[in-house]
C-alpha cells in the first residue's frame, strides 16, 4: 500500500536543483546583553498575509545563531543595488572574528536592535517561534515596525555570486 519509499538525493544533487535560481538577499541583525551580530541571509519566506509573518532561517554555524537563541527580536534589512561593502562585511566576515558593527554606520532601534543606515528597508520581528531545521535555525517573526526608504531594493543571490561566506554552511 501506498507510494514505495525512495532514497533520498544528497546535498549536491540538490544543489544542481537550486542552482542559478535567484531570491532575495537580506541582512538580519540582532542584540542581546549589549553583543550585537548580523549576517547575510537568503533563506527567507514570507509565510503568511494576514497577519504577515516572515520565516528567516541562520546557519548553526554562525556568531548570530547565538544572539538569536536569546533575543526577542531582529531587525531583516533589505539593501540597495550595489551596496557591497555591507553585503561583503555580512556575509563574508564572521562576528566570531570580526567587530562588524565597529565597520558599518547604524543605530539602536526598538529594544536595543541594531538598524543599519545604509539599508534601503527594514523590517523589525518578534521572534514568534524558533524551529529546529537540519542544520538553520528558523525564526518565525511578526513585524512590529517596518521602514521603507526611497532606495530602489533589486539586492538578489545573482549580485552576490562571487561571495564566500564567513561561516561555511
Ligand atoms: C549569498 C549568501 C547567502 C547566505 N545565506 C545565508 C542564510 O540564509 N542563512 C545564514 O545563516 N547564513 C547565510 N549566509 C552566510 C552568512 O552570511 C556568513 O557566513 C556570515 O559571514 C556569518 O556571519 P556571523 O558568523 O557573524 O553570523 C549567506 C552568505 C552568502 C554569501
Known sequence: MGAER???VGADEFGEFVEGLDYPLF???????????GCLVGFTTQVSIDP????????????????????????????PPGHQELDELFGEETGDATDKFARCSW?????GVPLLDG??????GRILTRVPFADHLGLL??????????????YTLSDAEDMEPGHPA
Do not use: F, Y
Not at 504577515?52 to 538569536?68: A, D, F, G, W, Y
Not at 543605530?107 to 529594544?111: E, L, Y
Open 107 to 111: 543605530h539602536a532601534g526598538p529594544g
Open 27 to 37: 541582512v538580519v541583525t540582532v542584540e542581546h546583553d549589549d553583543e550585537r551580530s
Open 119 to 124: 539599508a534601503a528597508r527594514h523590517m523589525v
Open 52 to 79: 504577515p509573518q516572515m520565516l528567516v532561517c541562520i546557519s548553526e554555524k554562525n556568531h548570530t545563531r547565538r544572539l538569536v537563541e536569546h533575543a526577542d527580536l531582529v531587525a531583516v534589512h533589505v539593501l
Open 141 to 154: 517573526l511578526e513585524p512590529v515596525e517596518t521602514h521603507v526608504g526611497d532606495s530602489p531594493v533589486a
Open 6 to 8: 525512495r532514497q533520498s
